[in-house]
């Protein structure tokens, strides 16, 4: 679930979300045992974002991590830090907004190998910057997040796109939206008014 708010009714949530795989508190406390959290998580804690996302979500790497045979979770690079306090800085504000209670990060930080194995976009956020794939609950309308995207995401420099899997990706790597096919034109914020 995204906040702290949200870990209180997180069992009846998730039952809305679809999950993306395995990667659950499980899986990621046998991977931290022999990986250095302990840096990336006292950062969070700095900069009051701990929380924002649960930290097993929030490292998730690709989510073709298997077929890749790559690491199910990632630590960004130090450098990439001020990009994550941005993008999560971002969630919260939507979280606390009303915009984007209830989701599940799928995807955030990928080395450039991965992101080249899973299909990702050349340069991508996921590997430069900071970006969060999400899924929201079936029910869920995405249209508040483009309705913010078009106030506000010029002074967030947020980056908003749709795939056909229905996963949301939102980052603070510049002005941008695109839809199915990559472009702009295919966004579902270019359709909305």
């Known amino acids: ?3 702290a708010k949200g870990w209180l009714m997180a069992g009846a949530l998730m039952a809305g979300v679809t999950h993306a ?10 991977w931290a045992g022999d990986h250095q959290t302990r840096p990336f998580r006292e950062m969070l804690v700095d900069a009051r974002l701990y929380g924002v996302v649960p930290i097993h979500q929030l490292l998730r790497s690709a989510s073709d991590w298997r ?7 990632a630590v960004p690079p130090s450098a990439n ?9 971002l969630i919260r504000t939507l979280d606390d ?12 930080y990928r080395d450039p190998s991965l992101n080249r194995c899973a299909g990702g976009a050349v340069g991508s956020a996921h590997t430069r910057a900071f970006a969060v794939d999400i899924l929201l609950p079936a029910w869920a309308d995405p249209n508040p997040l483009c309705h913010f995207w078009q106030q506000h995401g010029l002074a967030w420099s947020m980056g908003l796109g749709r795939y056909p899997s229905g996963r949301i990706h ?6 941008r939206t695109w839809g199915g096919d990559g472009s702009a034109a295919s966004s579902f914020c270019s359709k909305l008014k």
């Open 67 to 73: 077929l890749c045979k790559a690491s199910p979770f």
């Open 97 to 108: 907004q009303g915009i984007l209670r209830q989701f599940e990060v799928v995807s955030a």
């Open 21 to 30: 795989d395995e990667r659950g508190l499980w899986m990621f406390a046998q």
């Open 1 to 3: 679930m995204g906040s």
């Open 170 to 175: 939102v980052d603070t790597a510049g002005y």
């Open 81 to 89: 830090w001020p990009a994550v306090r941005s993008t999560l800085a």
